[in-house]
C-alpha cells in the first residue's frame, strides 16, 4: 500500500522489528541460561567480592531506565559488604530484580537495596514502594514464564524468565531467597548470600 515508500512508516515499521528481534534474543538468551542452570553445566565461579560496588555499577546501568519512570535507586549496603559469590551472575540477579522494581514500582517510587549480617551470611534486601503482588500470586512468583496480572503481560522487553533466572542464581549458592509483598505499598525480594572475611 505503498508503506516501503513512505519513510516515516518504513522506519517506524523497521524500529518495531527491531525492537521484535532484540526481545526475542533475550529470550533464547534467557532460555539457554536458565536450561544451564537447571541442568547444573553451569559452573560458578566464587570469588570473594563487595556487593556495594556491585550494586552501585548495576543502579549506574540503569540510571536512564528509572529516569524514565522517576524512580530513585538507593544503595544503603555497607561499603564494603563483603561475600563470597559469583560476581558476574549476581549482576545478572540485581539486573532482574531492579529492573522489575523500576517497571513495576510507583512511577516516582524508590527502590532500595540493604543488607544485616546473619551469623556466617548476609541478608540482602531489594525493595520498592510500588503496585505489589497479591496473596495467591506469590507462590508462583519464581516459575518461568509466569505473570502476574494482565498488566504485567503488557510490559514490554520482559522474557517472563527474568525472577526464575535470580532463584536458580540464589540457590545455585546454595542460599535461599523469599518475598513478602503488600498490595498498594510495594514488595521486598530478600536472599541470603556466604559472608566473606573483613566485613566492615
Known amino acids: 500500500e505503498g508503506g516501503l515508500e513512505d519513510e516515516k512508516v518504513n522506519r517506524d515499521f523497521l524500529n518495531r522489528a527491531s525492537n521484535g528481534v532484540d526481545r526475542l534474543m533475550k529470550i533464547v538468551e534467557d532460555l539457554d541460561l536458565i ?67 523500576i517497571n513495576y514500582g510507583r512511577e516516582g517510587g524508590t527502590c532500595t537495596v540493604k543488607s544485616y549480617p546473619l551469623g556466617d551470611q548476609v541478608l540482602v534486601e531489594v525493595s520498592d514502594d510500588g503496585i505489589g503482588i497479591s496473596p495467591e500470586h506469590v507462590p508462583r512468583l519464581f516459575e518461568r514464564f509466569y505473570r502476574v496480572g494482565k498488566s504485567r503481560a503488557r510490559n514490554e522487553g520482559g522474557s517472563g524468565l527474568g525472577l526464575a533466572i535470580v532463584k536458580h542464581i540464589i540457590d545455585a549458592h546454595g542460599q535461599t531467597i523469599t518475598v513478602k509483598s503488600t498490595e498498594g505499598k510495594g514488595s521486598t525480594f530478600s536472599f541470603t548470600l556466604r559472608k566473606a572475611g573483613g566485613q566492615a
Open 35 to 101: 536450561t544451564k542452570l537447571e541442568s547444573g553445566v553451569m559452573d560458578l565461579r566464587i570469588t570473594r567480592m563487595d556487593l556495594h560496588e556491585l550494586v552501585k555499577e548495576t543502579m549506574d546501568d540503569l540510571t536512564l531506565k528509572a529516569k524514565e519512570r522517576s524512580v530513585v535507586l538507593r544503595n544503603e549496603l555497607v561499603e564494603p559488604t563483603l561475600v563470597k559469590a559469583d560476581r558476574n551472575r549476581l549482576a545478572q540477579v540485581f539486573t532482574n530484580l531492579l529492573t522489575n522494581a
